[in-house]
């Protein structure tokens, strides 16, 4: 559930803070720091203008006294992002404070999903603030370790995601944790490590639905480990109805489905449309793809994920990863 909170605001940070990104500009990467900020050390991947015009913006929600805390905690997070694009530190810091204090439980889980639809820079710096509010919160290390995956810094992020998996304090908080990590040992080609994270992402999950985006992913992990991913997929769904979106992805895994019917159902599935299903399909066709030994195929599918996964997803990851591998 808190992956889907992430993604959403950060789909929502991304339509209010694109505004401030020039065309053509992607950010991340390896340098992105360096490339990210000016001489001044200010964000040079936006105009001042649009910046300071958002800021204004964003001061105009907030001092309106009728905003829920959870709101009003949304939006000092974008603008704890603007400010630090701006280059104002103190008011970075000052917003992120107040975040805080405004939705004292939930703004840790916010900060993940902003971080995504912000530029890297500002969102490990915004992070970084919480972290002194809040240290070792799992959901703002959880943060971190996606940024890291976001900028490639694969190495860093299972350190950044270790605290988190041992020290969770709900089931949650672990499957979460666990989750993540399971990304970055993925992309390490830790893959045994890796499917070990995916099955304690899905423990104590008793319906399709909890189970299956974790058991997705343990499947990835064993085709590359070299074990039995299919046996491990069955084993796992057995006579489950697999009718509801993303259960036609486990099927053709299975063996049951045809892959142009998943392509169809990828395009026509409301669930599917809704979550960018054409991404996950591509992804998982291609380690299909892997698993059967067919290299051309899974280079092909890779490069479709590539270009149908937003940099923030887990998937786009992945799909670069695999296409290093080939």
């Not at 605290?163 to 969770?168: E, I, K």
């Not at 974790?214 to 069955?234: E, F, I, N, S, T």
């Not at 796992?236 to 009718?243: H, I, Q, R």
């Not at 409301?270 to 195929?297: E, V």
């Amino acid at each position: 559930m808190q992956r889907g909170i992430r993604a959403l605001i950060g789909a929502f940070a991304g339509l209010i803070l694109g505004a401030c990104t020039a065309p053509g500009t992607l950010p991340g990467g390896t340098n992105w720091d360096a490339q990210g900020r000016g001489p001044a050390g200010g964000p040079v991947s936006a105009s001042t203008s649009a910046q300071k015009t958002t800021v204004e913006n964003l001061n105009k929600i907030l001092s309106t006294e009728q905003l829920s805390p959870t709101d009003r905690s949304l939006y000092l997070g974008l603008r704890a992002f603007v400010h630090s694009r701006l280059g104002r530190e103190e008011e970075s810091q000052k917003d992120v404070g107040e975040m805080a204090q405004a939705n004292p439980k939930g703004w840790p889980i916010m900060m993940p999903g902003l971080a995504g639809g912000g530029d890297r820079g500002a969102a490990l710096r915004a992070l970084g603030y919480g972290l002194q509010k809040k240290p070792n919160d799992p959901w703002l290390l959880m943060g971190q370790g996606q940024v890291q995956m976001q900028i490639a810094a694969y190495a860093r992020a299972p350190h950044t995601l270790d605290n988190p998996v041992a020290c969770a304090q709900t089931p949650a908080e672990r499957r979460n944790s666990a989750y993540f990590r399971g990304h970055a040992n993925l992309a390490l080609g830790n893959f045994q490590r890796a499917a070990e994270d995916f099955d304690a992402s899905i423990a104590g999950q008793t319906t399709v639905k909890g189970r299956i985006s974790g058991a997705l992913w343990r499947y990835a992990a064993l085709v590359r480990a070299k074990r039995d991913a299919r046996a491990a997929l069955a084993r796992e769904f057995g006579s489950d109805d697999l009718s509801d979106w993303p259960g036609p992805i486990a099927k053709i895994l299975l063996g049951k489905l045809p892959s142009g019917e998943l392509e169809v159902a990828a395009e026509s599935d409301d669930t599917a449309k809704k979550t960018n299903g054409k991404c996950m399909a591509a992804y998982f066709i291609g380690m299909d793809s892997i698993r059967r030994g067919d290299r051309q195929r899974a280079r092909e599918q890779f490069q479709l994920a590539q270009a149908r996964c937003p940099t923030m997803s887990e998937y786009n990851w992945a799909a670069s990863n695999e296409l290093k591998r080939l």
